[in-house]
């Protein structure tokens, strides 16, 4: 088995050697996002491809193209209750490929050309690599789109439309804890003979402390998981740059009480690489994706705290099944390849459920969007406290 990027794992071995043993959260950092040699970061091989059939994951947009058709529609909605605006900005960030952002462009095109005319899109993507691949996705909208590496580039308060991602937060670095012993402490890693392998550290930061007390999580001993600090900031950097309109945050995780739940004592955090899932972060190194589910109630109350209120929360398949899908699927011609792909983002027992979608909304009265018509949770689903 690889150990990774041989340049890579240099890069890695010359910081701990250099520091001692890193949290994991760096270690994540630098597989992901070493600025040369990063899984996200380094120019692909030839036909090497990361996101797609022949890479090491795909996502809803390799699939078909309704959840940006769906996104479109759900965007004219948005234009309506904004009044309009000229320009209407939509925001996409870590745009992957640029296929979701080919989608909603060449559906707003076809659907709703007035929006399509007024319509900026701005892609936040933090790799040059993937933002070559995304130039090559969207040549015939060059002149409506700007891309950007990240948030601070938007300014304060600039944006008045809609603001979305689909698998961002889950693929930023994460720390890694454990309880033992009545002791919440972090997963560190070293080297030893020639290989990383974890340590456990008294905490690097007391935001991790805080983290959990915020949600109102006590870990019984024994328990591992992950907390993303990466998260929450960027949802306030997200609130800040909006001055009025809607966010949505699409990606595979839970309210909290379910992420710290018993069923998920030994965490989420999980790697792929050729289709194929791997629980051990320490081979193929910059060679395979790493992730781990997102928590959705720390983004709503951290968005909350940051005047973004919670207009809903959905799952994939309802999501699209309130913007029309059925229509959209009956375009197909019934057990068609295209028919068949669309069903698969609305599989219950697949994507349709496994994907959330945090909708939340700013300088507005709370609308009633038709992604959010049909109601897969009652209650307070994303409530910090645990369910009575
Ligand atoms: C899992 S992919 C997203 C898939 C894509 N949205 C889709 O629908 O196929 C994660 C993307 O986010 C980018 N990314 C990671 N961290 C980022 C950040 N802080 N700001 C912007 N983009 C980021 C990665 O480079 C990558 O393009």
Excluded at 31 to 54: C, D, K, N, T, V
Excluded at 82 to 87: A, M, Y
Excluded at 176 to 195: Q, S, T, Y
Excluded at 364 to 371: A, F, K, V, W
């Amino acid at each position: 088995m690889t150990l990774g990027h041989p340049e890579l794992i240099a890069a890695i071995a010359s910081e701990i050697s250099a520091t001692g043993p890193i949290p994991f959260v760096r270690f994540m950092e630098l597989a992901l996002y070493h600025p040369q040699f990063g899984y996200y970061m380094r120019p692909p091989e030839a036909h090497e491809e990361r996101i797609g059939w022949s890479g090491d994951f795909y996502t809803s947009s390799d699939v078909h193209p309704i959840l940006g058709q769906a996104l479109a529609r759900q965007a004219q909605q948005v234009d309506s209750l904004l009044g309009h605006p000229n320009p209407f900005v939509v925001i996409e960030m870590g745009p992957g490929k640029g296929l979701l952002a080919r989608h909603v462009l060449s559906a707003a095109h076809d659907e709703c050309p007035a929006l399509a005319r007024r319509l900026r899109y701005v892609l936040i993507e933090r790799s040059a690599s993937m933002r070559s691949v995304q130039q090559q996705h969207l040549r015939p909208w060059f002149d409506q789109i700007t891309w950007l590496e990240d948030l601070s580039g938007l300014g304060e308060s600039s944006t008045t439309g809609l603001m979305f991602s689909n698998e961002l937060p889950d693929a930023f670095p994460v720390h890694r804890v454990e309880m033992k012993d009545g002791v919440l402490l972090e997963i560190f890693v070293e080297i030893r003979d020639g290989r990383f392998v974890e340590c456990l550290r008294p905490l690097s930061q007391s935001a991790l402390r805080e983290y959990l007390e915020r949600v109102r999580i006590e870990l019984p001993d024994g328990y591992r998981t992950e907390i993303n600090l990466a998260a929450s900031a960027w949802m306030q950097q997200v609130a800040g740059s909006l001055n009025r309109g809607i966010v949505m945050t699409i990606d595979y995780g839970h309210a909290a009480r379910d992420l710290y739940g018993p069923e998920r004592s030994r965490g989420t955090l999980i790697c792929y690489h050729a289709q194929m899932t791997s629980e051990d972060p320490y081979i193929r190194v910059g060679l395979q994706d790493m992730t781990a589910h997102v928590d959705f109630t720390t983004l709503a109350t951290v968005g909350e705290a940051c005047g973004l209120s919670v207009t809903g929360f959905t799952n994939q398949m309802s999501f699209l099944m309130g913007l029309g899908v059925e229509e959209l699927i009956a375009r197909h011609e019934p057990g068609s390849r295209e028919f068949q792909a669309a069903v698969h983002l609305l599989k219950p027992e697949g994507m349709g459920r496994t994907f959330k979608i945090l909708v939340q909304h700013k300088g507005i009265e709370r609308p009633e969007l038709d992604g959010l018509a049909f109601k897969p949770f009652f209650g307070s689903a994303l409530s910090a406290y645990a369910a009575v």
